[in-house]
């Protein structure tokens, strides 16, 4: 199993930037697909962006489609999610979750079975 810590949340702006980071440890990161997922309060859980274990596939939401980019750095053993342009309605705690997976990169949150504990993201108007 993969453990998972996210970083980077915060509070800021409309049209603002943040990273987010997942770091990852106790199994051999490059297995694993990675993806982001975020929840708002009185929402459900859902996906923002997936990566395939070594980096090739990227897969996106619709609502961030060219505002967020997600990446890897396998030596690293670290996923980053980089938001552009934030909105309000991208405030939420965001999730990185990992399965181990050569190929494939769910979109479902059933899908993964390891999680970290979130963080934060606030975008005032």
């Known amino acids: 199993q993969v453990q998972l810590v996210e970083s980077g949340g915060g509070l800021v702006q409309a049209g603002a930037s943040l990273r987010l980071s997942c770091g990852a440890s106790?199994?051999?990161?490059?297995?694993?697909?990675i993806a982001w997922f975020r929840q708002a309060p009185g929402k459900e859980r859902e996906f923002v962006a997936g990566?395939?274990?070594?980096?090739?596939?990227?897969y996106y939401a619709d609502s961030v489609k060219g505002r967020f980019t997600i990446s890897r750095d396998n030596a690293k053993d670290t996923v980053y999610l980089q938001m552009n342009n934030l909105k309000p309605e991208d405030t939420a705690i965001y999730y990185c979750a990992g399965q181990d997976s050569p190929v494939t990169v769910g979109t479902a949150p059933a899908w993964y079975k390891n999680w970290g504990q979130g963080t934060q993201v606030i975008v005032s108007s």
């Open positions: 106790g199994s051999t990161f490059t297995w694993y697909a």
């Open positions: 990566i395939n274990s070594l980096g090739g596939r990227t």
